[in-house]
């Protein structure tokens, strides 16, 4: 069982930055790949960033690349997501997510794969 709470949104203007954090439970938390999903009012829940269990492969939504970080560590449990140049378009909850597969290489994307969810936190960026 993982638990997982996030951090770090708010309100920001365009072009800003926010880091979001993503604290993990328990001793497995080294062996989940691990995804930074987002849904915006209306809309359905999408992935924006995912890294695999050992940090090793990184996957970014077209939306994003260039401007988003995922990054983790396993010595905190924590999983991270630096967010550059935010756009209005951005603003949406944000969730973190555990997934139990363990790859070197292969970074699962989709909602399914992710057996463990967070609350979310929400991000609003002003024009």
């Known amino acids: 069982q993982v638990q997982l709470v996030e951090s770090g949104g708010g309100l920001v203007q365009a072009g800003g930055s926010l880091r979001l954090s993503c604290a993990a439970s328990?001793?497995?938390?080294?062996?989940?790949?691990m995804g930074w999903f987002r849904q915006a009012p209306g809309k359905e829940r999408e992935l924006a960033a995912a890294i695999t269990w050992s940090g090793g492969s990184t996957y970014y939504a077209d939306s994003v690349k260039g401007r988003f970080t995922i990054s983790r560590d396993n010595g905190k449990n924590t999983v991270y997501l630096q967010m550059n140049s935010l756009k209005p378009e951005d603003t949406a909850v944000y969730y973190c997510?555990?997934?139990?597969?363990?790859?070197?290489?292969?970074?699962?994307?989709?909602?399914?794969?992710?057996?463990?969810w967070g609350q979310g936190t929400q991000v609003t960026v002003s024009s």
């Open positions: 997510a555990a997934d139990s597969y363990q790859s070197w290489s292969y970074v699962p994307r989709e909602t399914a794969d992710y057996d463990y």
């Open positions: 328990g001793r497995t938390f080294s062996s989940y790949a």
